[in-house]
């Protein structure tokens, strides 16, 4: 159900009645050569080129929409929606991408007996089908069945008022595929764009592997990735951070001045007579100043689906090494040091695609670089470590191998674990207007003052001033490290000034704080199994599992609250700016993302 904006007169409503039934096809062809060539006794080359061709998702009876976001529609203003097999449009939902060329090359050398350099680069492009399992997320805009409702009356009455009085309800019928058809107009828009050339991903990596003294194999690699034109699952580009910043500023100093905000003012409706009656959002003879400073004024909300604006950069130093014992103990670890910076992924149908934070709109339409920042899955340091120990007890192994029974009570048992030491994910903040609010110091608290809430006791902050925090909560960083921006501006037909929020302003937090992370993991798995033979043909096999042997916490990210909610305005409750919530900065210590210890006894028998 979308919603239209409930300041003002009326608030309005949109959502779908139908969705048609889609056939669609999508065809791809790969074409590649690949050549291995030992160029010298040392040296081996692997040379090899590919050719992808997806053709565009095509639907048997041409039921698929796009938008145009540079064009224009019946009213002059910016936003067209255009059909496949429609006015000279192929019946394509994208224009074709005849560029898809993926070039790889490697390189072998051995230095010398013990030691190997390898490299390689490469690219690939990725697979493009549409969007989760309902049409929609294949472009249907007119092709199913919107329906509206009003939901505040025309009148100027509040809905508490007259709840009821003067709804409206209409639409309910599919507009089919004209592009001109006016009924499209003040429509809330799932958008394709037809020029969406494919993603790719530019890979390489340089690897240096030694044998060392004592049979050790050792491995130290540099890996990289670039990804270039990635998918934006969903990007609403009608909302008010699609207005340019000129205007919202000359709003707030209007706003300062009188304590009106001009945006929200009704204005005589340029698109009135144009825009249907069936169609309330924007077609009455008034409208909200605001829906005509958007980008796209003669719709609703404009939701874009898999817009080519996403971003990616990975850098790693991985080092392995490996060692076996000649009583079958093997030890292996792995250490990776990395940066992962990303921009788009964080675009999803819920507010963030993780348990760490993100919004799920941008942060500025007109600037959206301003929303790189370390990835949501950016893990700067982790350790892996690998081993099988068995047990010296029993026959052909160090003790008790002249004692039969001792031998069978205690002998064969083998001993496996993996024990696993990460960095946590970094936080994202959300707050403010559009979506972050100001940093204004170190989010990061020292140890000494995480404390344990008793829902009585203050608890000091770095800036002297404190916080209860609440039971069963631990305050984990600086809530006062985050502020809100606010103005003091005159009260409206009344004398004298009064707080408010500031209505628009882009906060100085990143999306993802590289600094401020959530728990880390500490995690030991361990299993213990045996193989016992019953004759000939049948043999046991005994094996106890244990998940989180050690039976560690490890906190859930999710527990950490990291929205502010609203801002304090009120000076004699404190600092102003600063976050109301009770628990903004705290962690639930009851959320534990892998529970207590978990055992699994488990035979076999085979025959």
């Not at 039969?404 to 024990?419: D, E, K």
Request: with cysteine; hydrophobic share 35%; proline share 7%.
């Amino acid at each position: 159900f979308l919603i239209g904006a409930l300041y003002g007169q009326r608030g309005n409503g949109q959502y779908t009645t139908g969705e048609p039934s889609l056939a669609m096809k999508w065809a791809y062809y790969g074409f590649y050569s690949q050549n291995d060539w030992r160029a010298t006794r040392k040296l081996t080359i692997n040379l090899g080129l590919r050719w992808d061709f997806q053709a565009p998702a095509t639907e048997r009876h041409n039921q698929l929409s796009q938008f145009d976001r540079y064009g224009t529609n019946l009213t002059g203003t910016p936003g067209a929606v255009l059909y496949s097999g429609v006015g000279g449009i192929g019946r394509g939902q994208t224009e074709r991408d005849l560029n898809d060329f993926g070039p790889r090359v490697g390189l072998a050398y051995r230095l010398n007996d013990k030691t190997v350099v390898r490299t390689a680069y490469g690219i690939t492009y990725d697979q493009i089908s549409g969007v989760g399992t309902g049409s929609d997320g294949f472009g249907m805009t007119g092709l199913n069945s919107p329906a509206y409702i009003r939901i505040r009356p025309e009148s100027g009455l509040q809905i508490l008022d007259r709840p009821f009085n003067e709804a409206f309800y209409g639409g309910g019928v599919a507009i089919g595929s004209n592009p001109s058809d006016p009924r499209l107009l003040g429509t809330s828009i799932i958008g394709i764009e037809r020029k969406s050339p494919t993603p790719y991903i530019q890979q390489w990596n340089f690897t240096i592997e030694r044998e060392l003294p004592g049979s050790v194999n050792m491995q130290i690699s540099y890996v990289g990735t670039k990804g270039t034109r990635l998918t934006t699952m969903q990007t609403q580009v009608n909302n008010p951070n699609s207005i340019p910043e000129s205007k919202l500023m000359a709003a707030r100093d209007v706003f300062i001045s009188t304590g009106i905000n001009p945006l929200n003012a009704l204005v005589p409706n340029p698109f009135y007579g144009i825009i249907p009656a069936t169609n309330p959002n924007v077609s009455g003879p008034t409208v909200v100043q605001s829906q005509l400073d958007l980008a796209y004024p003669a719709y609703g909300g404009i939701n874009m689906f898999n817009l080519r604006t996403g971003s990616s950069n990975y850098h790693a130093l991985q080092v392995s090494a490996r060692r076996r014992f000649k009583a079958g103990l093997e030890v292996s670890g792995n250490y990776v040091y990395s940066k992962n910076i990303d921009f788009g992924n964080h675009f999803t149908v819920l507010g963030g695609n993780t348990a760490n934070g993100g919004t799920s709109t941008s942060f500025s339409l007109t600037d959206m670089g301003l929303d790189r920042s370390v990835a949501n899955s950016d893990i700067p340091h982790r350790a892996v470590v690998n081993y099988v120990i068995p047990l010296p007890f029993g026959k052909g192994r160090r003790w008790a191998t002249n004692t039969p029974v001792l031998s069978q009570i205690v002998g064969g048992w083998n001993v496996a674990g993996i024990s696993t030491f990460s960095a946590g994910l970094p936080l994202g903040i959300v707050g403010g207007p559009f979506g972050r609010p100001d940093l204004v110091s170190d989010p990061v608290l020292p140890e000494k003052y995480r404390c344990f809430g008793d829902g009585v006791t203050p608890c000091p902050l770095p800036d002297g001033t404190s916080i209860v925090v609440p039971i069963r909560r631990i305050l984990y960083f600086n809530p006062n490290a985050y502020r809100g921006r606010y103005l003091e501006v005159p009260r409206a037909g009344a004398t004298g000034t009064i707080i408010r929020d500031d209505p628009y302003y882009w906060g100085t937090a990143p999306r993802f704080d590289s600094r401020l992370r959530g728990y880390g993991i500490l995690n030991t798995d361990i299993s213990i199994s045996r193989e016992f033979s019953l004759g000939e043909k049948r043999q046991l096999s005994f094996r106890v599992d244990a998940a989180n042997a050690f039976n560690r916490r490890n906190f859930h990210v999710g527990g950490i609250n990291r929205v502010p909610g609203s801002f304090n305005l009120e000076p004699t409750r404190g600092t102003l700016g600063v976050s109301t919530s009770s628990t903004f900065g705290t962690g639930d210590v009851t959320a534990d993302i892998r529970g207590p210890r978990y055992l699994q006894i488990s035979a076999r028998i085979s025959f």
